[in-house]
Nanobody, 120 residues
Framework: QPVAAGGGSAQSGGALRLSCRVS????????MDWFRQADGMHKEWVAS???????TYANSVKGRFSVSKGDSGDTVDLQMDNLNPKVTATYSC????????????????WGQGTRVTVSS
């Protein structure tokens, strides 16, 4: 099950770095997807990173968020810069289902997510 961490409170203009760990991520060659859900809103996709390090981003976070592989082979980080209150949400991660049976099966698990709160 994915374990997301690193959330907390920050001021506008600040930065936070989230991490997500999924045991077996590297061994099974999975990409990783980040999502967020603001209060009362649907969950939305934020960014993805493939095993080769290729990253894609939602338009709303381009230029401010950066996803990368963590120091641990099974970890992916999400660097969030120039924060504003609009990014306040619970951030969660999961394996991308398009990478084989193990990735697809594991993608059914979300984990608890980590809360990010940005104040103005």
């Amino acid at each position: 099950q994915p374990v997301a961490a690193g959330g907390g409170s920050a001021q506008s203009g600040g930065a936070l770095r989230l991490s997500c760990r999924v045991s077996g991520l590297t061994e099974n060659g999975c990409a990783m997807d980040w999502f967020r859900q603001a209060d009362g809103m649907h969950k939305e996709w934020v960014a993805s990173i493939s095993q080769d390090g290729s990253a894609t981003y939602a338009n709303s976070v381009k230029g401010r968020f950066s996803v990368s592989k963590g120091d641990s082979g099974d970890t992916v980080d999400l660097q969030m810069d120039n924060l504003n209150p609009k990014v306040t949400a619970t951030y969660s991660c999961k394996t991308d289902p398009h990478g084989g049976a193990w990735c697809a099966d594991t993608s059914n698990y979300w984990g608890q997510g980590t809360r990010v709160t940005v104040s103005s």
